[in-house]
């Protein structure tokens, strides 16, 4: 039976892992299925939800196992999918923050309101600008959320928008380019940690193929971590962009893969209320059901 793996470049892990061949050395069939060229489905405008096209596709028969943030497993929970997961990473909190430029008026989240703000809505960042109006007393609907997920730096240096959502390496060409400020550390409100999930059924069923990808990328996440230049070329050679950015920005992460613990299970219950509470989710989900005992035994067990 063919093992079909969904990866693209935000997921750092699963793309290097892609360009390995590592995975194949234990599961021969292997079908790398780029989420870039998946179908992209409906995509709610991002005052009314958020979209589900990563959850969806992995029930649909478009891939058995997936790496991504912190926001697709609760938004396909919320699509009544029955996912599991698999892992997580140690926290990311240097990968991005939320800034705006140097001379804003715009001095704390409380100063958000009524404002644009440039997102790849549906990824970490929401998660992170809802965590952030949380804590200013503001909700989704104080804001004017920009779904940019391709030129929100664009839309940023430009002035077209009065905040912006960045992550790494691409806060690196505008932080070249012109003078920002930061309005919104990570830190303090958000881990933002990798994950990769399943379906119940790829994680209960093809429990030795769900073994060789966690051994896979334990291996490769080593590799990356002690040649990140080498690694950082990969990326680089994808998008176009600057070996020298994707080289620090791959420094500043973490690598390996975590068992699912009790702390990143109440951070995304609490980013799941907020979700369902400003109505970016349909229906309140429980996360603590898509953790298994059992999978948190083979991620932190030794590698072989």
């Keep these: 039976m063919t093992l079909r793996v969904g990866y693209f470049p935000q997921n750092n892990s699963l793309w290097v892992l892609r360009h390995r061949g590592i995975l194949e050395r234990s599961v021969p069939d292997v079908e790398w299925v780029d989420l870039r060229s998946l179908p992209a489905g409906d995509r709610p405008a991002p005052t009314e939800g958020l979209p589900s096209g990563h959850g969806d596709h ?39 923050r939320i800034v705006v430029p140097d001379d804003s008026p715009i001095a704390g989240p409380a100063d958000l309101k009524g404002r644009r703000v440039a997102l790849g809505h549906g990824s970490w960042q929401t998660t992170l600008l809802l965590l952030a109006l949380e804590k200013a007393g503001l909700t989704w609907s104080d804001i004017e959320p920009v779904d940019a997920y391709g030129n929100a730096a664009e839309l940023f240096l430009n002035g077209e928008v009065d905040a912006w959502v960045g992550s790494y390496p691409y806060l690196t060409d505008v932080e070249n380019r012109r003078p920002v400020r930061t309005v919104i550390e990570t830190p303090g409100l958000f ?48 998008d176009g962009g600057d070996v020298d950015a994707w080289e620090h920005a791959l420094r500043t992460r ?18 799941a209320d907020l979700f369902h509470a400003n109505g970016l989710i349909p229906r309140p989900v429980t996360v603590a059901d898509a953790v298994l005992p059992e999978i948190n035994e083979l991620v932190a067990a030794p590698t072989p």
């Design 191 to 238: 881990s933002h940690r990798s994950l990769w999930f399943t379906t119940r059924t790829f994680a209960t069923e093809r429990r030795d193929e769900l073994a060789a990808i966690v051994a896979a990328l334990k291996e490769s996440d080593a590799w990356v971590e002690a040649d990140p230049r080498e690694a950082a070329a990969l990326f680089a050679a994808d």
């Design 58 to 96: 992995l029930f649909d028969g478009g891939y058995d196992f997936i790496g991504t943030g912190s926001t697709p497993p609760v938004t396909a929970q919320a699509k009544g999918h029955d996912v599991v997961y698999v892992a997580i990473s140690g926290p990311r909190v240097e990968n991005g």
């Design 254 to 271: 973490p690598w390996g893969l975590r068992p699912v613990d009790e702390g990143f299970v109440a951070e995304q219950q609490h980013a």
